[in-house]
T-cell receptor
Framework: AQSVTQLGSHVSVSEGALVLLRCNYSSSVPPYLFWYVQYPNQGLQLLLKYTSAATLVKGINGFEAEFKKSETSFHLTKPSAHMSDAAEYFCAVTPAGDMRFGAGTRLTVKP | DAGVTQSPTHLIKTRGQQVTLRCSPKSGHDTVSWYQQALGQGPQFIFQYYEEEERQRGNFPDRFSGHQFPNYSSELNVNALLLGDSALYLC???????????FGPGTRLTVL
């Protein structure tokens, strides 16, 4: 069964530092992979998605993710963190419409 | 362009009661999926509706049921509420069952 595992429930970075949020997937077929962000007391906002067109995917707010089949990874990065990036981030995979989410990574940005 | 909307925003019920949550999909979308997000966890898939039929279902008991209307809006019904049903319920819409899902703001259900 397809699933994702997010490594690190909590990541803390300084403003201006690199953001790296880790996600590994388990799938026997090429997966559709997503990153969503959730701000406090809000729903999920789509950051980016991988659908096999290109291994490096650019999303909103300066985020990007690279699909690495050899490592079964889809890590999310941003070169320079901003205070407004503080939120919960979820990696997800969808076999056929039923999205399966990781447990989430809470990103804290220190001034 | 209106996004996904959900009502109500918050709801408080007692054990054993029944609750109905509502969702209007993003304009142009025809598929609605429902998720339960317990505190501190990732969302869990409940079910998906397309063409007014339940197309897929996650590992949730029959107490959870739904409906999709001809205008593509949807309802989630939960019977015989348990304390463990307290969660944020998220609705997502898409164009087709396998397309990218866009989420609403959620309904916070508290069961006392």
């Amino acid at each position: 069964a397809q699933s994702v595992t997010q490594l690190g429930s909590h990541v803390s970075v300084s403003e201006g530092a690199l953001v790296l949020l880790r996600c590994n997937y388990s799938s026997s077929v090429p997966p559709y992979l997503f990153w969503y962000v959730q701000y406090p007391n809000q729903g999920l906002q789509l950051l980016l998605k991988y659908t096999s067109a290109a291994t490096l995917v650019k999303g909103i707010n300066g985020f990007e993710a690279e699909f690495k089949k050899s490592e079964t990874s889809f890590h999310l990065t941003k070169p320079s963190a901003h205070m407004s990036d503080a939120a919960e981030y979820f990696c997800a995979v969808t076999p056929a419409g039923d999205m399966r989410f990781g447990a989430g990574t809470r990103l804290t940005v220190k001034p | 362009d209106a996004g996904v909307t959900q009502s109500p925003t918050h709801l408080i019920k007692t054990r054993g009661q029944q609750v109905t949550l509502r969702c209007s999909p993003k304009s142009g979308h025809d598929t609605v999926s429902w998720y339960q997000q317990a505190l501190g966890q990732g969302p869990q898939f409940i079910f998906q509706y397309y063409e007014e039929e339940e197309r897929q279902r996650g590992n949730f008991p029959d107490r959870f049921s739904g409906h999709q209307f001809p205008n593509y809006s949807s309802e989630l019904n939960v019977n015989a509420l348990l304390l463990g049903d307290s969660a944020l319920y998220l609705c997502a819409s898409s164009l087709g069952t396998a397309d990218t899902q866009y989420f609403g703001p959620g309904t916070r259900l508290t069961v006392l």
